[in-house]
């Protein structure tokens, strides 16, 4: 791919500016005609592996320079990152795969830049969290970007243990090595009759999606060895609302709508328990109506 007939003729901000540019998770055509103008107008490109990202602008006949910004050295490369817009320069931030800062560095160079006082501009484009939720189906309502679970069974349990009442979907990022006993946990915390969708090697060669209950999910990748192959996001639908509030927030409503209009009742119950304030404010209708 060149981009001599394909990138649009970019103009940069006239404000030295950092772009933070996505770049394909796998397949090259995703790449946008913006980031195609943007990484070929920058005087410097920041990236987490140079060798990686020089791939790419080869493939797309870019010939801007680039140097290393990663988890490692993130702190020293966003000094140098300052001080080239400081200089005068336009500079892209880019990661091996899909949106900088989403499970990849560049937050906190970021951060610093904003600190600094120079703009910092988003150029989007492919994010395999939101390439996965986008083909599940599941989302009426709000999603949540989990990421990724820490890596050993216990602490993995105990974080979903605190997920498992979430209604919105959730989106989790998972190693090959660990998706087999990922969704096992899953399963166990959130529930087996949950829906799950694998989104395996998006936009690549295997690309594989699948919809199971939870409860299927391990034996599903145990029936082939290939299934753990590849990048994975899990999607999980979000928590079936309850028919009932709990016995605690029932009381602490019930207690509040003795002294206080419904809407306030609903809104300081929902500070005391943590339950969400619409359920609350329909519970409160109901016990006023009744
Ligand atoms: N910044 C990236 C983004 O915007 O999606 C994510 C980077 S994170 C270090 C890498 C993880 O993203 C992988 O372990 C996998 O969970 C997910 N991922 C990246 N590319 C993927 C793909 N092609 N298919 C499925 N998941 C992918």
């Not at 397949?27 to 790419?56: F, K, P």
């Not at 951060?111 to 599940?136: E, F, I």
């Not at 990724?148 to 979907?169: E, I, N, T, Y």
């Amino acid at each position: 791919m060149t981009d001599s007939s394909s990138a649009a003729a970019v103009s940069l901000s006239r404000t030295p500016s950092l772009y933070v540019v996505a770049t394909p998770l796998g397949n090259l055509q995703d790449i946008t005609l913006r980031a195609l103008g943007v990484l070929r107008a920058v005087d410097v490109i920041a990236a987490e592996d140079t060798r990686h990202s020089q791939r790419l602008l080869d493939a797309c006949g870019i010939r801007t320079r680039l140097f290393a910004l990663h988890q490692h050295n993130e702190q020293a490369a966003a000094g140098q990152l300052i001080e080239r817009l400081a200089a005068g320069e336009n500079v892209a931030l880019i990661t091996d795969a899909g949106t900088p800062a989403v499970s990849d560095p560049g937050a906190r160079a970021v951060a610093r830049v904003r600190a600094a006082g120079h703009p910092v501009v988003p150029v989007p484009g492919p994010c395999a969290a939101v390439a996965a939720l986008s083909v599940a189906g599941f989302a009426e309502g709000g999603f949540r970007f989990v990421g990724f679970l820490p890596p050993k069974s216990a602490a993995r349990r105990a974080a979903l243990a605190g997920l498992r009442d979430d209604p919105s979907v959730l989106v989790f990022y998972e190693a090959p090595h660990r998706v087999a006993a990922c969704v096992a946990d899953l399963a166990a915390e959130l529930g087996g009759e949950r829906r799950l969708l694998v989104a395996r090697e998006l936009t690549k060669l295997h690309e594989e999606i699948a919809c199971m209950p939870l409860a299927d999910a391990e034996a599903w990748f145990a029936a082939d060895p290939n299934r753990e192959r590849g990048e994975f996001v899990l999607v999980v639908d979000g928590a079936p609302a309850r028919d009932g509030l709990d016995g605690e927030a029932e009381r602490v409503l019930g207690l509040l709508l003795a002294e206080l209009p419904v809407k306030t009742a609903a809104r300081l119950a929902a500070e005391i328990t943590g339950v969400a304030k619409n359920a609350l404010y329909a519970r409160a209708l109901e016990l006023k109506g009744g």
